[in-house]
Every structure is written in structure tokens, then in C-alpha cells.
């Protein structure tokens, strides 16, 4: 059971190049979630999907989208990327997304220059 | 929206002392978790904690919601308990905000 597992763990870009970050978890978990952590701050909401096939946005959507691809797996696109989503990224799943207990992935390092 | 702060922001303690850190949130909220990163980065899960008290080993955490506090205790701080606690609270169905956090360093 290897819980939420994130790829890559470290990537650069050039602004402007687009890439995906992929996400899977193993616990049956209906919702799942993408977070950025800039330096020195807490974690911000990206996008979320409470159920298969269902996305929306959180507190800082601009810049991504996002793909439930099935139960298991969501995905993070940066379609051009910017020097401003230099961040380390976290995807996160729960049983349920009302009042249900968060798990965190290992998150991926992007560097954008 | 809901505003989340978490006091002290960082704190040194030696090995062996005890600690209070705390979480205040500023709406009524479905839950309430505490996180510990580590050097490394990592999200560990420490509580999910909607009310009440819970304990585990040397921490401890108290949600007091009608109140809007929540209190964690780590007694004995070892070195590894250097990094950072977050507390976040679950707001508006799913939408998890975090505080932050306290930065903690422990020395031997």
C-alpha cells in the first residue's frame, strides 16, 4: 500500500514549456486535491475533484488545469509555465471530501526559470 | 474567508523541554488536522482532530471548536521533532486551508 505517490519529484522548466505532474493514489479514496507551497508559507488549493468525473476550483486555479482520469489518478497541467509557479507541489486524497481525513503525497519540486 | 494563525511562529527548544503550539481559526469549521513536515519536505499526518483531545506517544492535541482553538502538545522534544507544524482547518465542505505554521527546532 503505497498510499499517494507523485511524479517527478523534481523538474525544471523554461518559461513557457508545458508539463503534467501525475498523481495516483491507492486507497480508494473518492476525492483528490493539488496544493502549491511557496517558501516559507502553507500549503494553497489549486484544484480538487470530489468524485470521479467532477473538478473545481480552489484558491489559486490560474496558471493550471486538471485531469481526473479515473479513481485513482489526477493530473496537473501547466500548459505555459511561469517563473511565478516556481513551487513545491503536493496532490492529496480523502475518503470523502466532507470533513474526511486528508493523506499527502512525497510533492514535486518544479523550478521554472 | 476563514482566517487560520498559528502562534509562535517559530520556536527553539532544547532536547527533553515540552511545548504548546497553537491554532486559532476565525469561523466555525468540519474538522481540523495537524501536519508535521520535516526537513525533508515530507507531510506526516499527525491528528485529525474535529473536537476533543487525542493523543500519540509524546503528542497530544486538543480542539476546543466552539471556541475556535486548537492546542499541540509534544512533551520530551526529541531532535527529530525539528521541522514545521501546520494545522489546517477543513472549511466549506472540502476545501482544507492551512495556517503558517511554527517553525520548530529542536537541538541535542
Known amino acids: 500500500n503505497a498510499g499517494v505517490t507523485q511524479t517527478p519529484k523534481f523538474q525544471v522548466l523554461k518559461t513557457g514549456q508545458s508539463m503534467t505532474l501525475q498523481c495516483a493514489q491507492d486507497?480508494?479514496?473518492?476525492?483528490m486535491y493539488w496544493y502549491r507551497q511557496d517558501p516559507g508559507m502553507g500549503l494553497r488549493l489549486i484544484y480538487y475533484s470530489a468524485s470521479e468525473g467532477t473538478t473545481d476550483k480552489g484558491e489559486v486555479p490560474n496558471g493550471y488545469n486538471v485531469s481526473r482520469l479515473n479513481k485513482r489518478e489526477f493530473s496537473l497541467r501547466l500548459e505555459s509555465a511561469a517563473p511565478s509557479q516556481t513551487s513545491v507541489y503536493f496532490c492529496a486524497s480523502s475518503a470523502t471530501g466532507d470533513a474526511g481525513e486528508q493523506y499527502f503525497g512525497p510533492g514535486t519540486r518544479l523550478t521554472v526559470t | 474567508g476563514i482566517q487560520v494563525e498559528q502562534s509562535p511562529p517559530d520556536l527553539i527548544l532544547q532536547e527533553g523541554a515540552n511545548s504548546t503550539l497553537r491554532c486559532n481559526f476565525s469561523d466555525s469549521v468540519n474538522n481540523l488536522q495537524w501536519f508535521h513536515q520535516n526537513p525533508w519536505g515530507q507531510l506526516i499526518n499527525l491528528f485529525y482532530?474535529?473536537?476533543g483531545t487525542k493523543q500519540n506517544g509524546r503528542l497530544s492535541a486538543t480542539t476546543v471548536a466552539t471556541e475556535r482553538y486548537s492546542l499541540l502538545y509534544i512533551s520530551s522534544s526529541q531532535t527529530t521533532d525539528s521541522g514545521v507544524y501546520f494545522c489546517a482547518v477543513l472549511y466549506n465542505t472540502d476545501k482544507l486551508i492551512f495556517g503558517t505554521g511554527t517553525r520548530l527546532q529542536v537541538f541535542p
Open positions: 486507497m480508494n479514496h473518492n476525492s
Open positions: 482532530i474535529p473536537s
